[in-house]
């Protein structure tokens, strides 16, 4: 099974940061990675396919990036509605997994 | 507009079966793979099971194998998963999910609970 471990469990930020998560395989994926953003209450929301390509009607300031075993995702300014949490996500191989989660909140 | 409306969730007792339903509507059904993805109180997501397009190939998680079963009728518009010897382990928010051309999972229902507790 492929172990995604995503970094930091915490992101405290103000509105208009820049946000930098961090999502790492115990094998490589080659890009066969997503993510998604969950506000609580709901339902997860694809933001990113295969490391780097937003999902439609994703705003420009979130970009995926990386190969293989290390991926990052960017939010250049965050908004107030960005406070979420994210995962990662691989679709390498069976069992599909996902890592545990990054909390981003307001500082 | 694409809908995913699950349904058939409640409180169960240990050992206790369910079916959950996946009603879609707003896209042609018939031509996506679909899944479920469970998230326990408080927790991450997890994968659960997987069919593709035409309901012939199917995939579990190991923690699932053997007492979920996925199936979906085409003609129904409508995926579901046959959930038995459910423990408390089985706790949780359960969504049903389109895939995308890439596999990812773009539409996703709102979700339904299933507790199992004595």
């Known amino acids: 099974e492929i172990v995604l471990t995503q970094s930091p469990a915490t992101l405290s930020l103000s509105p208009g940061e820049r946000a930098t998560l961090s999502c790492r395989a115990s094998?490589?994926?080659?890009?066969?990675l997503a993510w998604y953003q969950q506000k609580p209450g709901q339902a997860p929301r694809l933001l990113i396919s295969?490391?780097?390509n937003r999902a439609t009607g994703i705003p420009g300031r979130f970009s995926g990036s990386g190969s293989g075993t290390d991926f990052t995702l960017t939010i250049s300014s965050l908004e107030p509605e960005d406070f979420a949490v994210y995962y990662c996500?691989?679709?390498?191989?069976?069992?599909?997994?996902f890592g545990q989660g990054t909390k981003v909140e307001m500082k | 507009e694409v809908q995913l409306l699950e349904s058939g969730g409640g409180l169960v007792q240990p050992g206790g079966s369910l079916r959950l339903s996946c009603a879609a509507s707003?896209?042609?059904?018939?031509?996506?793979?679909m899944s479920w993805v469970r998230q326990a109180p408080g927790e991450g997501l997890e994968w659960v099971s997987t069919?593709?397009?035409?309901?012939?190939?199917?995939y579990y998680a190991d923690s699932v194998k053997g007492r979920f079963t996925i199936s979906r009728d085409n003609s129904k518009n409508t995926l579901s998963l046959q959930i038995t010897s459910l423990t408390t382990e089985d706790t949780a928010v359960y969504f049903c999910?389109?895939?995308?051309?890439?596999?990812?999972?773009?539409?996703w229902g709102q979700g339904i609970l299933v507790t199992v507790s004595s």
């Open positions: 999910a389109r895939h995308d051309y890439s596999g990812c999972y773009d539409f």
């Open positions: 707003g896209f042609t059904f018939s031509i996506y793979a």
């Open positions: 069919v593709t397009a035409d309901g012939n190939i199917t």
């Open positions: 094998q490589s994926v080659t890009t066969y």
């Open positions: 295969d490391a780097s």
């Open positions: 996500k691989q679709r390498s191989d069976w069992p599909r997994t």
